[in-house]
Every structure is written in C-alpha cells, then in structure tokens.
C-alpha cells in the first residue's frame, strides 16, 4: 500500500438548527416517532520468527526502518478532492484506452453536513483506491480515482462490546479511552459490523438529546430506514440522560457520558476515518 501520513484532521460543525444533525444521525433517538421497518438489510500479519543461528546483530541492524515500520499508519484515509465522486464496481470499469463506463454511484461532498466525503482506504495505488463506502448496505466497497482522493494516516480504532455495554479506544494499541455506552432497544437494535467515523458535528445545544458532539459512522439501522428526513444513519454522541447510560436505550445510536465525549473531541483528538467495529 502506497500512502503518505499527514497530520490528522477535525471537521467540526456546529449546526445551525437541530433538525439537521437529526437528519446526519437519524437512528440515534430513542423517540417513538421512528416507525421501525419489516427491511433488513480482524485480520492481523502474522510473525516471523527468525532463522535458527540468525545473530540478533542482523535483527536490529537497521534502527531506522525498525522505527519507520513502528510509525507507519494502520489506517489509510481517503478524502474527497472532488464535489462528485465517481465510485466503480471493479478498477477494470476504465480500460485501457481511457473510454470509462458508467460508474456504480456517484457520492456527492455538497450533500455531506460538513461539507467534507471522507472514505476508509482498503487498498491505495497510484490509480485505483479500493474504499469501504458510507452507503447501504452496511460494508458496501468500491473503487475511485486515486487522483480525486487525498490520503492520510492513523492508527486509531473503536471497538464497542453491546453485550457490555462499553466502548474502547485506542491509537495505536495502546488505549486512551474506556467507558460505558448506551446502546440500541432490543426492537432498534445497534448493527454489529465493521464501519468508519464519517464527521464530526456540534449540536447548538451541547444539554440536548445528542450532547456536545456526535460522530457520524458510515453505518445504517437494519430497521429504522427513515427518520426526520434522515435515513437511519447510526452515530456515537452524548446524551442529556446519563442515568441511562449502560442500558439498552437508543434506536440505534451509542450514548456516551458527555465528559467522555468531549475528551475524545477536545484531547484525544478523534480523527474522521476511524475504524469502528461493533460487536454482539
């Protein structure tokens, strides 16, 4: 994989009305107003363990590329450079000759509430860049121009338990963050899989349902398809009811202490494209 790390980036965005981060994360209300729908919709490299009468001077021998492998990047980003985003079926879809076919979708960044399309890389090359999508169905994968994405580096990760009601983070296996989490109703429930945070938004009323901020995720209810104009996005924010906190509470949603929430915005520094894998 060729990519180069840059300095991470923060989209926050304070809405100016509160119905628009109702759309940007409709399942996260635990309001009986969303009519649920009859619709539904860990890999790691292994090691190597040194040749027999291998000396330990030729296994350290190079400092520098033993620190360089240290510091590369686990999660490449890809961030739209374009308003319409092409996104093909295979790379093959423009042959050689340069005649392209129709692509599969088009993923439009006005449309986005930050007004920034940002994609999880699952393979970079100079022209090609294999991206999991923000799209229905959930882990929906695709192709797009190399030369209308940038990329960039991270090594956080998300992982959220159901069953335990907690959510842990860490950078670069070292954790920074672990709290309990309200999660979806037994009739709404939270979709396990493997998604990615997509923005960051800024409620105007940090006392509101969705507390001081709210990550948006690449994920969608299996059961609410349609709320507030929104279409059943799932997303991790805060609450202005801790008590519930460690519940089944949401139509979907992750419920985080407000305190929490604020600590990985303002401290940790949480980047857009963090992997996020939920499990039963």
């Known amino acids: 994989m060729t990519s180069a790390a840059t300095p991470r980036r923060r989209a926050v965005l304070r809405a100016a009305l509160a119905g628009s981060l109702a759309g940007a994360l409709a399942a996260c209300s635990g309001s009986e107003d969303a009519e649920p729908s009859g619709e539904s919709a860990g890999d790691g490299a292994g090691t190597t363990e040194p040749e027999e009468g291998?000396?330990?001077?030729?296994?350290?021998s190079d400092p520098e590329a033993t620190s360089a492998e240290a510091a590369r990047p686990?999660?490449?980003?890809?961030t739209a450079l374009v308003d319409q985003l092409q996104v093909f079926?295979?790379?093959?879809?423009?042959?050689?000759?340069?005649e392209s076919r129709e692509p599969e979708m088009v993923l439009d960044r006005t449309e986005r509430t930050t007004g920034q399309l940002v994609l999880l890389a699952l393979?970079?090359?100079?022209v090609w860049t294999q991206v999991q999508l923000p799209v229905r169905p959930n882990g929906s994968t695709g192709w797009v121009r190399?030369?209308?994405?940038?990329?960039?580096?991270?090594?956080?990760?998300?992982?959220v338990d159901l069953?335990?009601?907690?959510?842990v983070v860490t950078n670069a296996g070292t954790e920074v963050a672990r709290t309990p989490v309200g999660v979806g109703r037994s009739d709404r429930p939270t979709p396990g899989g493997d998604y990615f945070v997509t923005e960051l938004l800024q409620p105007p009323d940090p006392d509101g349902i969705y507390g001081p901020y709210a990550y948006g995720l690449s994920g969608y209810s299996d059961v609410v398809m349609d709320f507030r104009g929104g279409e059943g996005v799932i997303g991790i924010h805060g609450t202005n009811e801790p008590e519930l906190i460690g519940t089944d509470v949401s139509s979907g949603c992750i419920r985080m202490d407000n305190a929490e929430i604020v600590r990985l915005v303002e401290?940790?520094?949480?980047?857009?494209g963090t992997p996020v894998t939920i499990r039963a």
């Open 267 to 272: 401290q940790v520094g949480l980047p857009l």
């Open 163 to 167: 069953a335990g009601h907690e959510i």
């Open 54 to 60: 291998a000396g330990s001077a030729e296994q350290s």
């Open 74 to 78: 686990e999660t490449i980003v890809a």
């Open 146 to 159: 190399s030369n209308q994405v940038s990329h960039s580096g991270h090594s956080f990760r998300i992982d």
């Open 89 to 98: 079926a295979e790379p093959e879809d423009m042959d050689a000759v340069g």
């Open 123 to 126: 393979q970079t090359g100079d």
